[in-house]
Structure formats: structure tokens, C-alpha cells
């Protein structure tokens, strides 16, 4: 089993509120990204990191921000959060064995829920 | 067009029953490829790889075909615990997931 973890695991929070969705990792893992997806429906990728100090917007754009200070903390935040930003948000992180295999473990995700 | 797709089912089988899923991707410089398995509600996990000369993990083939730029999964006596939606990931500089395709196992 993967060492990913993130919290909190249901939220339900109110419009205009700022929340922090947490992601850790134990494996030392480089990589690091978050997800964004709805029932049914594909990941979207809407953030990720290569290492520490380094994060990058995904092909999905996202009001929300991230930061990577350690390897093993990737935390994202919506500052003001809407109702069009319910969905799942799923951290992962990778480990990159060589020649392109680069192989993801997922978090359980977060299912944010705005009023 | 999208760069990888999936027929998204549902493809209701009944237990024993053999079934092939295939994904197809369009970025031809691809090097490598993935299913992974997502259950209701539940995080993606990695099924298997997809190697060039195809690989096989018990029940569970893979194959790549390049020419046709497709990867296709074949699962053999399904169990009801197979139920899930199979995803096609693939790797062109990034990784790059399909929609999934949903499988549903019947007694």
C-alpha cells in the first residue's frame, strides 16, 4: 500500500470560505499532484510539483494555489471557495524508476462539497 | 479529438465471462502505458503496466499494438470483485488519463 494520505476526507463548508486540502506523503517522493474530478467523469490535472519550491499550473485551470515547502507536504488552497468548486480532489505522487515509467499512487481524495 | 479514449461502457458481463476493453491514444511519440483500476468513489490504483511485448499478471492481459497507437486489457473469468472502471493512462512527456471504462460483473 501507497503512503499517501489526505485530509480531510469529506468537507462541507460554505461559499466564500478559505480551505486548505492536505497531502502527505512518507515515500519521498519527487513528484507530487493534484487532480480535480467529478462523478463519472475524467482527472483533470490542476496542479504539480518536482520537488521542493517548485509547483506549476495543470491543463486544467484551477483558482486554487499550492506550495511545496517540504518533499513530503503538497497542500492546496482555495481562497475564497464557490459551489462550482465541489468536485473530488485527488493528491498523488510518483515514483519514476527510469525510461518513462513513471507509476502513481493516489491519496483517497477529498470530496469538497460548497454551499 | 482527445489524446487517449475510452469507450465508457458500462460493459455488463456475467461472472466466468471474458472481456477486452481497448484504449486509444493519438500522440504517436508515447512511450509508455498504463491501466489502472478506480472503484466507486475510491482513488485510481495502479493495475499493471503495458509493455511492448505484452504482459500478463494472472487473469489480467495487456497488449500494445503501436501501428495502431491502442492498448487493450483482456480480463478473464471475471469475479464480481472485478467491477470497477479500468482507466488507460498514457505517457507522451506526461501522463494523460482516459475517461474509463466501466465494468459491471452480474452473478
Known amino acids: 500500500e501507497a503512503d499517501i494520505y489526505q485530509t480531510p476526507r469529506y468537507l462541507v463548508i460554505g461559499t466564500g470560505k478559505k480551505i486548505t486540502l492536505e497531502c502527505s506523503q512518507t515515500?519521498?517522493?519527487?513528484?507530487m499532484y493534484w487532480y480535480q474530478q467529478d462523478p463519472g467523469m475524467e482527472l483533470h490535472l490542476i496542479h504539480y510539483?518536482?520537488?521542493?519550491?517548485?509547483?506549476e499550473k495543470g491543463d486544467l485551470s484551477s483558482e486554487s494555489t499550492v506550495s511545496r515547502i517540504r518533499t513530503e507536504h503538497f497542500p492546496l488552497t482555495l481562497e475564497s471557495a464557490r459551489p462550482s468548486h465541489t468536485s473530488q480532489y485527488l493528491c498523488?505522487?510518483?515514483?519514476?524508476?527510469?525510461?518513462?515509467?513513471?507509476?502513481?499512487?493516489f491519496g483517497s481524495g477529498t470530496q469538497l462539497s460548497v454551499l | 479529438r482527445k489524446e487517449v479514449e475510452q469507450d465508457p461502457g458500462p460493459f455488463n458481463v456475467p461472472e466466468g465471462a471474458t472481456v477486452a476493453f481497448n484504449c486509444t491514444y493519438s500522440?504517436?511519440?508515447?512511450?509508455?502505458f498504463f491501466w489502472y483500476r478506480q472503484d466507486c468513489r475510491k482513488e485510481p490504483k495502479l493495475l499493471m503496466s503495458?509493455?511492448?511485448s505484452g504482459n500478463e499478471d494472472g487473469r489480467f492481459t495487456a497488449q500494445l499494438n503501436r501501428a495502431s497507437q491502442y492498448i487493450s486489457l483482456l480480463i478473464r473469468d471475471s469475479k464480481l470483485s472485478d467491477s470497477a472502471t479500468y482507466l488507460c493512462?498514457?505517457?507522451?512527456?506526461?501522463?494523460?488519463f482516459g475517461t474509463g471504462t466501466r465494468l459491471q460483473v452480474f452473478p
Open positions: 498523488a505522487s510518483s515514483e519514476v524508476p527510469g525510461q518513462g515509467l513513471e507509476k502513481l499512487f
Open positions: 515515500m519521498g517522493h519527487d513528484k
Open positions: 500522440n504517436s511519440a508515447s512511450q509508455s
Open positions: 503495458v509493455y511492448s
Open positions: 510539483s518536482y520537488g521542493v519550491n517548485s509547483t
Open positions: 493512462v498514457v505517457n507522451p512527456g506526461k501522463l494523460i
